[in-house]
């Protein structure tokens, strides 16, 4: 996202109080299409605030979904189900800075008997895509790309299930393949290298579907009609995760988080952030439409070190900017390894984290799948750049809390494709 906005975050003493975050981003995606495949109506509470879920709706517009926000404070939106079949768009999909839109989405144009394009903004534009066009296009469908880059134009049809063995763990990637296997002929049977976060299927089930699980393998079979759900989206954990860090750097904060997504293939920061000394409880746990809901008592304490690699990598992936932006803080360092996926996110996350931690005067040292911080380091204040990348703004205003002196922030506008309310709650919490 292009712009001239800035923040300037000064240094806290302390981290106190409570939020509720907006609804999950990866949830509100896949709900908002799903509600559009659906048979009748779906109304979805608390759906993400962000500009890339915003992205979804406009595209789903343009696929002749009838939608509507309602007015009021809990950011809900009516979808009017389209069944399984919609309308050729008259003009490209535009799906803004979001990849997830255009992945997931993807496996549902794939299975129309028309032709779409999808493009993106600048940063989506350098986005790999690959790994979504080489499964769909053995499914059946036409499509043309910048080599393997958006725009994408996809030639829907008459899909068929396949039975494909993922290259690399990205539950975008499964999530398209489930969407389009529901359109396809017969079974489509996902295996993929590792368990990537399962909201897909999570919701899938959630709008009627039936799925079989073994392993890390999945299957869905084509044809099954979907209906409408009234549901309310879970607190957004990626966007909590900066809360959390932010209590983790002072010992005492206390901090009650409410209403917040707890599914375990997501919820893995938690687990780090305990093992590395913060103390967190859990008040109260729900499951609502298949996603475990709780509400968390957070306390601060010494931050010990960790080492994040392999599996625990791929499900901490949109974690690890923050994690990586307190890691000078922790008594002992955090490595980061197998996580060459960073370099392909909104900004080579790897590259916008080392440039942002030196400006601010810390030793990082860059690894081509990775990095390595140790800790017991001391920060200043500087002025750092966003990169355009949502999650690197709000890491480095995490970073600038313990730092001497003020940060400044360029283009922090960014924030909004994830959580345009992010800067006004985390002041909230901050104590000077
Ligand atoms: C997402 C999966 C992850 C994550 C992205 C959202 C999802 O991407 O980084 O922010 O909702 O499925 P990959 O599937 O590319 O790992």
């Known amino acids: 996202m292009q712009s001239e906005s800035q923040v300037i975050v000064r240094p806290a003493?302390?981290?106190r109080g409570s939020v509720s975050l907006p609804g999950d981003k990866s949830i509100s995606h896949r709900y908002a299409m799903l509600a559009a495949i659906a048979d009748g109506p779906s109304r979805l509470e608390n759906y993400s605030t962000g500009a890339d879920c915003a992205s979804t709706l406009g595209c789903l517009r343009s696929l002749g979904v009838k939608w509507e926000r309602?007015?009021?404070?809990?950011?809900?939106?009516?979808?009017?189900?389209?069944?399984?079949?919609l309308t050729a768009p008259n003009r490209s999909l535009d799906c803004g800075n979001s990849g997830s839109t255009i992945r997931m989405l993807s496996g549902i144009v794939a299975g129309q008997k028309f032709t779409s394009e999808?493009?993106?903004?600048?940063?989506?534009s350098r986005r790999p895509m690959e790994r979504v066009i080489t499964p769909l296009t053995v499914m059946g469908a036409e499509i043309k790309s910048q080599n393997g880059r958006p725009p994408l134009r996809i030639s829907g049809c008459n899909l068929h299930g396949i039975s494909y063995k993922m290259p690399l763990a990205?539950?975008?990637?499964?999530?398209?393949?489930?969407?389009?296997?529901?359109?396809?002929?017969?079974?489509?049977?996902?295996?993929?290298?590792?368990?990537?976060?399962?909201?897909g299927e999570v919701a899938l089930r959630a709008f009627g579907a039936q799925l079989e699980r073994k392993g890390n393998e999945v299957c869905i079979r084509g044809g099954q009609r979907l209906r409408g759900i009234q549901a309310r989206v879970p607190g957004d954990l990626s966007s909590a995760a900066f809360f959390l860090c932010a209590a983790a750097l002072f010992p005492g904060s206390q901090l009650t988080i409410g209403n917040l997504l707890m599914n375990p293939t997501r919820a893995h920061l938690l687990d780090i952030l305990m093992q590395m000394g913060l103390r967190i409880s859990?008040?109260?746990?729900?499951?609502?439409?298949?996603?475990?809901?709780?509400?968390l008592q957070v306390e601060g304490e010494r931050l010990k070190g960790t080492a994040i690699t392999g599996?625990?990598?791929?499900?901490l992936i949109d974690e690890l900017p923050v994690l990586a932006a307190i890691a000078p803080y922790t008594e002992q360092g955090i490595e980061v390894r197998d996580a060459k996926e960073l370099r392909v996110k909104e900004s080579d996350r790897i590259a916008s984290i080392v440039i942002n931690l030196r400006a601010m005067g810390a030793e990082?040292?860059?690894?081509?799948?990775?990095?390595?911080?140790?800790?017991?380091?001391t920060l200043r204040g500087a002025e750092l750049n966003s990169f355009g990348d949502h999650r690197v703004a709000m890491a480095f205003s995490i970073a600038a809390l313990r730092a001497q002196g003020e940060t400044l922030i360029r283009d922090s506008q960014c924030a909004a494709i994830s959580y345009p309310e992010f800067f006004s709650a985390l002041e909230g919490l901050v104590e000077r």
Do not use: W, Y
């Open 13 to 15: 003493l302390d981290v």
């Open 170 to 199: 990205s539950a975008q990637v499964k999530t398209c393949l489930l969407f389009a296997g529901l359109l396809a002929d017969g079974e489509t049977r996902i295996a993929e290298p590792l368990r990537t976060r399962d909201h």
């Open 282 to 295: 859990v008040t109260q746990l729900d499951e609502v439409h298949g996603e475990l809901v709780g509400t």
């Open 70 to 85: 309602r007015d009021g404070a809990n950011n809900i939106i009516e979808v009017q189900g389209s069944g399984s079949t």
């Open 311 to 315: 599996a625990d990598t791929a499900a």
């Open 364 to 377: 990082v040292e860059e690894r081509e799948d990775g990095l390595r911080i140790p800790g017991g380091q």
């Open 118 to 124: 999808m493009a993106g903004d600048e940063s989506l």
